[in-house]
């Protein structure tokens, strides 16, 4: 075989071993027996019916749009503005400061569990509820918001708004005529990749979370009873869903920024 | 200087960066309707002059005058300037026609028919007319530098401000955009200052030059004048091409004597001599075209000098020699045009070069 051929084989494999895990959830969402097993006995939406039932799991995604879209809010902000002083302006220290926003994108999740739990309940004495959740979703998430958004900022020529000050617009309509217009595509796309960080997040919603869980953690609830588990698959499949149509929504807005400035792509994350 | 009003006075004007030192007291004036430029090399200080006056850099000392009046914590969009960027700076998301009319915005008591019809009227000052719909991205560079002209020209700015605009281009379409840029300017009156390195480009264009060095004006002077009678020895060799000797001059009865190595002495008169040194060891200048090499069975009136061709370039039209005269130890450049009859000569050959006291000058 040549070697064109191996690294073929080893690519075909590599996406197996990505993916089958993945798609073992619709299978059996769909499967018509509570049993998780092989071979499958049949087609049903019954567990799909089932899940209109819940009411804690209604409860628990309620909760979980509320943090993920407060999340989304908060690290996109909270985004904009690092970026906008990370490819604007210099200032002592810098790259140390930069690399020290950008760091919770590679601390262990358990770790920020901890120390925020440690943080919020030992030290401020708060209790634990959606807020103390989206405090630390928004933590982990701004990293990844900041990311996109320096892409968005960094192709936006720092010329475009002074031509439109030259022009007779003031600081602020030039923000809203020129700026706004040519990086929101960009604020869309980190708002939706935050908002689904949010949503599936289970180790740090599982340390904050109060009495009220969030959907991954309501989900890992359910594992204690095995009647419920096609159930779960069927969640999962919408989650699944839900979470590949936000990224491919937020990648096209990405894409559509750059476009838009007539730039190449220097890369994202999908 | 004409007798026409200064629209800009700049006066004892000094920017800092920190420790760095941009402008080091500039002072100069600037007449209304002048095609004026800003010429040196990067890091000269040009452009920080040329975004002092657009109100980009609060200047550190000194006045700048705008008009007559005090430009001080002036922001740039309440000044009569419009700038045309280097990077162009069109709006990519907006319309050709969107990108002319911006300016338009806070016009009050203009019609939208009003509005129409000045970028129509823009658009055709620049060539671009049935551009208007257009999206801005999809221009080519030289359609970019006509739109970000249209959008400045149709505000009607007292001055207006062009950063390095041509860099970008070919040099074809540079060409074509320097003749371009002189007629518009010729066509509105309105005060151009155009800030560029090219000293070719500097010459074509403009009415007076500014040349700049490490943050100071180094000579502010016609095209014409610069080029045969710069200042400093600075100004010469950043302007075109000039051949140095060592040499020195002696003022006496009968008036100057100039002595050059490899030329033999020569009378001048004092206006070919740049700076109040001393007399002794200066260097003499003389441009390429301004010697000539005499072909076998040629006369001339002019001094001769003998010599050995080191090497030559031919370029077509004109053939650039570089020719040692006897008892110099760097060769002279020398540029001939290819007249019919002229034969090309080879390296090693011996030759005679003509050259005429008036064309030298002394930097003392």
Excluded at chain 2, 24 to 34: D, P, T, V, Y
């Amino acid at each position: 075989m040549r070697r064109s051929g191996w690294l073929g084989l080893y690519a075909v494999a590599y996406l197996i071993f990505l993916y089958a895990p993945i798609i073992i959830l619709p299978l059996f969402a769909f499967n018509d027996s509570a049993v998780i097993a092989f071979p499958l006995s049949g087609f049903t939406l019954n567990w799909f019916r089932e899940l209109t039932g819940i009411e804690a799991m209604h409860a628990a995604l309620r909760n979980s749009l509320f943090i993920a879209v407060m999340t989304a809010l908060f690290s996109t902000l909270l985004g904009i503005a690092a970026a906008r002083a990370a490819t604007r302006y210099n200032f002592p220290l810098k790259a140390g400061i930069m690399g020290l926003i950008m760091l919770p994108l590679v601390l262990p999740e358990i770790i920020v569990a901890v120390s925020l739990l440690v943080v919020a309940v030992q030290i401020f004495g708060m209790p634990l509820s959606a807020w103390t959740v989206i405090a630390a979703h928004t933590l982990i998430c701004t990293p990844f918001c900041i990311a996109i958004l320096n892409t968005a900022f960094q192709n936006l020529d720092p010329a475009l708004e002074e031509a439109a000050v030259d022009l007779g617009e003031t600081p602020q309509s030039t923000f809203r005529l020129i700026t706004l217009p040519l990086v929101i595509p960009g604020i869309i796309s980190s708002l939706l990749i935050s908002f689904t960080i949010s949503l599936d997040e289970f180790i740090i919603a599982f340390f904050l979370t109060g009495n009220e869980p969030t959907l991954p953690v309501y989900i890992w609830g359910l594992f204690r009873f095995p009647a419920r588990i096609p159930v779960v698959m069927a969640l999962g499949t919408i989650l699944v869903a839900v979470s590949i149509i936000l990224l491919a929504i937020a990648e096209y807005y990405r894409r559509r920024g750059l476009a838009r400035a007539g730039q190449k792509d220097t890369g994202g994350f999908l | 200087m004409t007798d026409r009003n200064a629209i800009i006075d700049l006066r004892d004007v000094h920017k800092h960066y920190g420790e760095f030192h941009a402008l080091k007291g500039i002072s100069m004036e600037i007449a209304e309707g002048e095609f004026f430029s800003l010429l040196g090399p990067s890091g000269c200080g040009k452009t920080t002059l040329l975004r002092s006056i657009a109100g980009f850099e609060d200047i550190s000392s000194g006045a700048l005058m705008l008009d007559g009046a005090d430009m001080a914590g002036v922001p740039p969009n309440k000044r009569p300037t419009n700038m045309v960027f280097q990077s162009y700076a069109i709006f990519p998301h907006l319309t050709v026609g969107e990108n002319v009319a911006f300016g338009l915005r806070r016009k009050t008591g203009l019609s939208k028919s009003d509005k129409a019809r000045m970028v129509d009227e823009a658009l055709e000052m620049v060539g671009l007319v049935g551009y208007g719909a257009r999206a801005a991205h999809a221009l080519s560079g030289g359609q970019r530098q006509r739109v970000a002209l249209a959008r400045a020209l149709i505000l009607k700015p007292r001055v207006l401000l062009l950063d390095e605009p041509l860099s970008a281009l070919d040099k074809k379409l540079r060409e074509q955009m320097q003749s371009e840029l002189r007629r518009l300017q010729r066509q509105v009156g309105i005060t151009f200052i155009l800030v560029t390195h090219d000293q070719e480009e500097a010459l074509i264009m403009s009415d007076r030059i500014a040349v700049m060095f490490e943050g100071r004006i180094a000579q502010l002077a016609s095209p014409q004048d610069l080029y045969l009678r710069p200042k400093s020895r600075d100004v010469a060799e950043f302007i075109g091409v000039m051949n140095f000797f060592e040499g020195g001059f002696q003022t006496g009865a009968a008036g100057i004597e100039m002595t050059a190595q490899g030329l033999g002495a020569a009378r001048i008169t004092g206006d070919q001599i740049m700076g109040s040194g001393s007399g002794t060891s200066c260097a003499v200048g003389i441009r390429p075209e301004s010697l000539s090499i005499l072909f076998e069975g040629e006369t001339t009136s002019e001094r001769i000098a003998e010599g050995v061709v080191d090497d030559l370039a031919y370029y077509g039209d004109m053939t650039y020699y570089e020719v040692r005269l006897d008892g110099m130890d760097h060769p002279l450049t020398i540029s001939m045009k290819n007249r019919a009859g002229r034969p090309v000569l080879e390296r090693g050959v011996r030759t005679r070069v003509a050259w005429d006291p008036r064309s030298l000058v002394v930097f003392s």
